[in-house]
């Protein structure tokens, strides 16, 4: 099988933003927004366009044999995705900056996810000017994940797959860091209302037949009913805010555990 990726790259030299849409085939946010931002004049440095899994997205996929975000470092004679994955890194290593974007199949407001706490990966999620910031405390993609090979880089989840909502938080998200990091025309104005989350766990759900009582991001007292299966209830242990409760990617899902930081 051949391996199928978009990449295209305009301007030159410094700052280099590589752009990445569909490392999930099914999630086209990506896919859009790139389409939008190539019409735009930049005024300086480098921005890389990059569609990952392009068979999966046109066979409206999330992956062909593996999660393409699971399949990091690569390997020339593994899964569809790792041998992919060899190339895909070697493209976005030639850039300073990545911003993965993403959507699910889950209800959420836009949040950045910062997959560990560098500087700059700080920097470009201030950026985005994107309300929530939340932080991966133990690595949950185990080094598996694209961004887990960049210089630096974060994610975004921008909603619901396939919404217009979606589509223009994303390319709302990405023009912001354009203009802070002033590779286009237009002022960066600090939003100053950012709420950041650590993700302290994952909680799984012991049937698929389950009511998810709780919605993201909206807090959940200690005691609380968090979902109810035929047999079953989950009651909260402690003070959380869900984070992508009910999103169906995963086996067993139910949501991560976000306890809100405080940090200036
Ligand atoms: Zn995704």
Redesign the pocket.
């Known amino acids: 099988m051949s391996l199928a990726y978009e990449f295209s790259k305009t301007g030159n030299r410094s700052p280099k933003i590589c752009i990445v849409g569909c490392?999930?085939g099914n999630?086209l946010v990506g896919k859009k927004t790139i389409e939008k931002l190539k019409k735009i004049k930049i005024k300086k440095g480098t921005i890389g366009f990059l569609i990952a899994n392009v068979l999966a997205m046109k066979k409206k996929r999330?992956f062909i044999e593996i999660d393409l975000?699971r399949a990091f470092p690569g390997n020339s004679k593994g899964k569809y995705e790792e041998e992919l994955a060899l190339k895909i890194k070697k493209i976005v290593n030639k850039f300073d900056y990545v911003i993965d974007l993403?959507?699910?199949s889950t209800k959420t407001p836009p949040f950045v996810i910062i997959p560990n706490k560098k500087k700059e990966n700080e920097k470009l999620a201030i950026a985005t000017n994107v309300k929530r910031i939340v932080y991966t405390k133990k690595r949950i993609a185990k080094k598996r994940a694209m961004l887990d090979h960049v210089k630096n880089g974060i994610?975004i989840?921008l909603g619901l797959h396939e919404m217009k909502s979606t589509e223009t938080a994303g390319l709302k998200a990405v023009l912001n860091i354009l203009k802070y990091l002033k590779m286009i025309d237009g002022k960066w104005k600090n939003q100053n209302n950012r709420e950041r989350f650590v993700i302290d766990e994952e909680l799984k759900l012991p049937s698929k037949k389950a009511k998810i009582k709780i919605r993201n991001f909206e807090i959940v007292q200690k005691g609380e009913e968090i979902a109810e299966g035929k047999s079953y209830k989950i009651i909260a242990k402690k003070e959380f805010y869900p984070i992508l409760a009910g999103e169906k990617?995963y086996p067993d899902f139910l949501c991560y555990v976000g306890i809100k930081i405080n940090q200036k």
């Open positions: 490392v999930q999630e999330r975000n993403h959507s699910s994610a989840e990617a």
